[in-house]
């Protein structure tokens, strides 16, 4: 059957499709026409109504749709000659981007994706009206091409080949280039994800934002760059349908739930998922803990006002050179259903967040950054100290509201970035000092470092038998050439996707009564006035998140005392490690966060009143030695220890030195 004769068919087919199986779907979009000119078609209704319509729209898009509208006009009652846009939903069509190549030119196909970027709105001459030049009669013209405008070839009244486009006269319509790139999870590592451009017109525009997961219905179409003179393909959108839910998961049959499932009866579960966490480097369970909990995450609120309340926990690793951070971080960028890697030297806030960038016409457009790409996912950040500070900045916002405000070359946004964030530092001196404070030895500010739910401070110390074992699992890692897994990764990756798809577990009385025994008990110790605070409820809150995700990790829909007392023990641990305070033998939270300690402050303190003091003494200003002297006689400070807090107070403006080895309050 010739190409004439399949259009005919098609036409009377969608005539006969229209009249009976979408008859009122059709009469109401007519009756509001013109403020809605959108029909959406379910495709596995065309193909039960006829196989061959729905594998010819599938080889020739282009006629078919346009004999879809074309039946519409047909069969229209209200005779409104309607130029209605035919929208086809549930292809079955489904092509991965990266095998989305020449040979699909010109064919019907879905792809999954997330969108990076999106264009200006920009209107284009559908029908282009030409006025002749020597006779003025009107010439209607239809426009194939976004890219060249298209004339009468001559004059129907006087044979004329010169004319004049009347702009406000013709017909448009809008359109918008984006951008997306294939799924995180469908990437291996190292592999750069396959890009396709998209072109949207009509009631499509503005209906994507960058970070929006998307299945994209359309046609593959091609067209020659002018610069270049080479061919690149595009997707011509007919169809957007949102993967907000289902797009974090991956394919699970019903063999590997009934595996996840059995795999969650065995009481040593929590053992198993720990021991297969980054099996290659050996040592670190409370560092693997947290990082197995964070991939399961704990359980998002959304408050009757609005407020929503994070699941996601967010880890930071501060270690001492080679001792396996990156490798951990690496592992968990491959483990996680959903997951992007970056590190810190080689990406800025844009990279993190989102950058304006100029499109083709000139025009300015939001890409999406690391955050944003791992929305509902896990992102990695790498050497988090070496990153600017100004470039830093952007993780406050993303860490604790989980969205990325945007306010670049005349672009408002903001971005949601639901993601985990497991990030990695080294000591500013290359190697950890127990005996400073961690806020001196990490080169991050206090804002950041207090919205990590848990920090953990690494150290290499010699240790002959703990160095024995680590060089012989090297030894036998690099002789075997493979690592002995208590879970397949695939099937912890799969077990991972199902918890956080279907489960989300609720507080129960017990639970609850362990927290709250064991937050104030540690606060209760911080009663008197001098006391430093151990605690606030931002450690709460991350240890109600533990809670949830040692529920999730075995498949519970509740939260038990036991899960309280998991999460507590890991809080302590790292408390432990990171607010211990060794000249008052307490933990300050200050400590943890990156803040002046309390001993600190009282020692700052104490020097303002000293050099007050001798300011008196000495009438007016308060000498340097004899400062010192008192600070260590009176009050045990170390010389250096006093050097440091009036070099913080200058820097401060709170003290200033009018002359050489004197000090005055300003």
Known sequence: MNSTNKTKTSLAKFEEFFSTLYKDDVFEVLEKYPDERTLVIDYNNLEMFDPDLADLLIEKPDEVISASKKAIKNIDPLMKDAELNIRFANLRNIVPLNQLLSKYIGSFVAADGIVRKTDEIRPRIETGVFECRGCMRLHEVEQTSGNHIMEPSLCSECGGRSFRLLQEESKYIDTQSARMQEPLENLSGGTEPKQMLMVLEDDLVDELNPGDKVRITGTLKTFREERSG?????????HIEPLEQEFEELKISEEDEEKILELSKDPHIHDKIINSTAPSIRGYRDVKEAIALQLFGGAVKEL?????????????????PGIGKSQMLKYVSKLAPRSVYTSGK???????????????????????GALVLGDQGNVCVDELDKMRSEDRSALHEALEQQTVSIAK??????????????????PKFGRFDRYKAVADQIDLPSPILSRFDLTFVIEDKPNVENDRK?????????????????????LLRKYIAYARRNINPKLTDEANKVLEEFYVSVRSGAVEEEAPVPITARQLEAIIRL??????????????????????????????????????????????????????????NKIIEEIRDLQEEFEGNAPVDILKQNMIENYDMSEEKVENNIRQLKAKGIIFEPSNGYLRIT
Request: hydrophobic share 40%; with cysteine.
């Open 304 to 320: 009757e006002d609005g407020t929503r309340l994070r699941g996601d926990i967010h880890i930071l690793i501060v270690g001492d």
């Open 346 to 368: 080689g990406t800025s806030g844009a990279g993190l967040t989102a950058a304006a960038v100029r499109d083709e016409l000139g025009g300015w457009s939001l890409e999406a």
């Open 230 to 238: 080479k061919f690149k393909n595009y997707l011509y959108v007919n």
């Open 409 to 426: 070359a005349g672009i408002m946004a903001t971005l949601n970035t639901r993601c985990s964030v497991l990030a990695a530092a080294n």
């Open 470 to 490: 680590l060089a012989q699992h090297i030894l036998k890692i690099h002789q075997m050439n493979n690592v002995d897994y208590e879970i397949e990764p695939e």
């Open 547 to 604: 809670a949830e995700a040692s529920a999730k990790l075995q498949l519970k829909d509740r939260v038990e005392a036991e899960d309280a007392h998991r999460a507590i023990k890991l809080q302590q641990a790292c408390l432990k490690e990171v607010g211990y305070d060794p000249e008052t033998g307490k933990i300050d939270i200050d400590k943890v966060e990156g803040r002046t300690p309390k001993s600190d402050r009282d020692k700052i």
